[in-house]
Structures are given as C-alpha cells and as structure tokens.
C-alpha cells in the first residue's frame, strides 16, 4: 500500500485558544475518495491535474479528519464525533481515533456535557454511540431537524451501496440518542459563544459553527469545503457527497466570503491536521487559497 495512502493516523491533538476558550483539535483519522469524486461538474482529469501539480498521487484522495473540542470555561462541548469503527465502502482506512485521543488527554467522555452534529454523515456521527448506547451519555447532543429527519432512519431497500452505508451508520449511531438530542430548525447559539449556523447544500441541513470568545473567533466550516486545494482553488465544482450541489457552492461562497473578508480564522475538519488558518481571497481569479496557521 503506498505510504501516501490513510490508514492509521495514530492519536494526534492540537490546542489553541479562542479568546478565554480552550480547543483541541482530535485527529479521528481519515478516508481515501477517488479524485472524479471532487469535481462532478468538472472537465474530465482536472482534479488529477490539480492533484499532479501538487504532488499528490491521482490514484485517490486522502481525506483527513478532525474533531473539535471546546472547554468553555462553563461547557465542554464536542464538535462531531468522527467515523468511529465504520469503513467506507471499497475503502481499508481505519479512523475512530477519537475516544482513545480524549482517554490519552485524561478527559472522561461522561464530562462533555454537549454535543454538536455538523451533519448526519458517518465521517461526522460515526462515533457518537457504541452497540446502541450513546459514547456520551451526560452530553445534549444538537443537530438540524433536516439531518435527523433524513440521516437517522434508514428506510430499508436502498440499492446504492454507499447511501447504505451512510444511512446505516446514520441510524446506528443517531437513534441511541433520541432521548438527549435536540434538533435545530434555525442560526441557534447552543452555548454561549458556540452558534450553529446554516451551511445548507452539502446535506440540506448541514450547518457551521462559530466560535466565538471576546474578540477572537474560530469558524467551523464543516464540509463546506472537503478538498482543501481542489475546492478552494474552484469553489464552483460540485462534490459527488453534495445533496445539492448548486446549494452547497452558494454556501462555500458565503462562507468563505464572510472568513476572509473579515480575517476569521477558519477550522476545516477535512483539511490537513490541524485544519487552523485563514482563507485569503484571490480576486483576480475569484477563488481562495488556505493559509495554516496552526
Ligand atoms: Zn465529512
């Protein structure tokens, strides 16, 4: 297997401060995507272009993946849950770093008080319950009534394989939390300081988060972006995963717009470990480009 490949990221944190607030950054770990599958409207081969002419192999995508975690000072909230044990169809990468990380930091998962779904995908709810009990049992969990509605009950007879296992995975984990989940029908600070934000297109109800704490803030721009160089670079191609693809791109620009015209720092879960930085806006050409500063 090339080494390029994701497997096994190993137990990998990051903190920063947002304001008074402490973050970490939990890498789960990560998946492997063909290339045609971030940009479905794109000319044939040009994802593999981009991929050559960054050095990266054209055989597939690695996409990593991060959680967030916040210590409020008042809550400790947990932005996503991760893949958990789940495999992607045809995919081999193993994730669900997520729980041995916080047992490594010495934080008990009986302490986080607060959980918050970006969406319904597995990469996002995977490890949010194990053989139908929730892996946080004291936490509120919050997710968007459109997500719930659509990710956590599978409806039997699907013949996409993918969609299956998206749906199977939705079920699994999110049903075990029917009695501590609150579903959101609009902009909602969860916390005070944490607001979940509409981000529709990539689900119909997949939604941001800012972070915010004094003057500083961190916005979580889930998969408004999953690609990082592919999708900044053209903000308009549409990702085989978007439910609505014409959506999702008015959302990328809306968020991206709001990040870079007023410098807030963004945490894309997908982009490289640990996912910090801003995104710098290139007018002559109409697209972005990702800054670390993590
Ligand atoms: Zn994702």
């Known amino acids: 297997m090339p080494l390029t490949e994701l497997n096994h990221t190993g137990t990998g944190f990051y903190r920063l401060n947002v304001g008074s607030f402490e973050c970490v950054v939990i890498s789960d770990g990560g998946f492997n995507f063909p290339p045609p599958a971030f940009g479905t409207n794109a000319p044939e ?14 055989t597939h995508v690695a996409v990593q993946l991060h959680c967030l975690l916040v210590n409020t ?10 893949l958990g044990p789940n495999v992607f169809p045809g995919d081999h990468a193993v994730s669900g770093r997520l729980l041995a990380t916080l047992a490594y930091l010495g934080i008990n998962r009986e302490e986080i008080d ?29 997710i968007s009534q459109t997500d719930w509605d659509f ?23 999110l049903q075990p939390l029917r009695n501590q989940i609150q579903l959101i029908t609009q902009e909602t600070e969860i916390v005070p300081g944490i607001r979940m934000i509409n981000a529709p297109g990539h689900t119909m109800g997949h939604m941001g988060v800012l972070i915010a704490s004094g003057d500083d803030r961190l916005l979580h721009i889930a998969d408004t972006v999953v690609q990082y160089i592919v999708a900044l670079e053209n903000p308009d191609w549409h990702l085989a995963a978007d ?3 014409d959506l999702a791109v008015q959302t990328r620009r809306k ?20 996912g910090i930085g801003h995104v710098i806006y290139n007018q002559a050409r109409d697209n972005w480009h990702f800054l670390p500063t993590g």
């Open 151 to 173: 990710w956590s009950v599978h409806p039997g007879n699907i013949d996409d394989p993918f969609l299956d296992f998206m749906l199977t995975v939705g079920q699994n984990n």
């Open 243 to 245: 439910m609505d693809p």
């Open 73 to 82: 000072g008042q809550n400790l909230v947990l932005i996503d849950t991760g």
């Open 114 to 142: 607060t959980v918050i779904f970006t969406h319904g995908h597995p990469d996002h709810v995977g490890g949010a319950s194990s053989g139908g009990a929730p892996n946080f049992p004291h936490a509120q969990h919050y």
């Open 255 to 274: 968020l991206l717009s709001r990040a870079s015209g007023e410098g807030i720092r963004v945490f894309g879960d997908h982009f490289p470990f640990p």
């Open 45 to 58: 081969g040009s994802v593999e272009q981009i991929l050559t002419r960054n050095q990266l192999p054209t």
